[in-house]
């Protein structure tokens, strides 16, 4: 049967609709994934580290059965006052003694300018280096949290113009299910329970995946250095 005139622009007009209903998605990052997965097999233990943990001696990482490690570039905005002042020796000593590692930057972004920045501070620490497991967006800082959904979407969306398909956020339970809801991207969920150093139920962010479950803030750990109490994750989506 052949269609009408008024038939044929409605057609048109629908899928137009769907065409832009689709990179809008896109655009703002909607949808609860997308972020590709973690090169570790599932359940591998991952930490993250920072000038907090002091000087850390990766020479022992393997021997303490660590598989990846998640280090701090920074926090806030592109400013080189707030880079974390052992990121340069974390990344060597991971690349030194071939431990697989991301990058994270703890945000304080309250503003779409703000989010941008701490995407551009991320770029420029990164810059000719290999995050295997991702970079992510740390998203915690009391008084950020209305904004914090149209942030992350400004800070992924910047990365992955500038070629950094490997992004992500960090939050907690209570946090990712109150304000982040459905972003795209990787998921690290922060949920402790008793944070007695070991796992025990895995959190739920409704129909979204968690990728990497940070477990602890109290894992003791011998022969990497540092204060020996690290925070701890398991990789839940990985190869």
């Known amino acids: 049967m052949s269609s009408s005139p008024i038939d044929n622009t409605r057609l048109l007009l629908g899928r137009r609709r769907n065409l832009l209903a689709t990179l809008t998605a896109l655009r703002i990052g909607g949808g609860g994934g997308g972020g590709g997965t973690l090169p570790l097999p599932v359940n591998s233990l991952v930490i993250d580290v920072s000038h907090n943990d002091g000087t850390l001696v990766w ?7 660590i598989r990846g490690v998640i280090i701090r570039c920074g926090y806030g905005d592109d400013d080189p006052a707030q880079d974390d002042t052992e990121f340069a020796a974390n990344i060597a000593g991971a690349v030194a003694n071939n ?9 304080y972004a309250t503003s779409l300018a703000s989010a941008q920045s701490e995407a551009e501070h991320v770029q420029r620490l990164a810059a000719g280096l290999n995050p295997t497991l991702g970079i992510w967006w ?25 070629g950094y398909s490997m992004c992500g956020v960090y939050a907690s339970t209570a946090w990712y299910n109150s304000y982040l809801s459905g972003v795209a991207g990787l998921h690290w969920v922060a949920d402790w329970g008793v944070n007695d150093g070991l796992p025990h139920t895995q959190p739920s962010i409704g129909g979204d995946t968690v990728d990497l479950w940070q477990y602890t803030s109290n894992k003791a750990i011998t022969g990497i250095g540092g204060s020996g109490i690290f925070d701890a994750s398991l990789v839940l989506s990985g190869v």
Do not use: H, K, Q, V
Not at 99 to 107: E, F, L, N, W
């Open 99 to 107: 431990i697989p590692y991301g990058i994270y930057i703890y945000s």
């Open 59 to 65: 020479s022992g990482m393997a021997a303490a059965g």
């Open 138 to 162: 740390d998203s915690e800082e009391p008084g950020t949290e209305l904004m914090a959904r149209n942030c992350y979407n400004t800070w992924r969306n910047n990365m992955l113009s500038t």
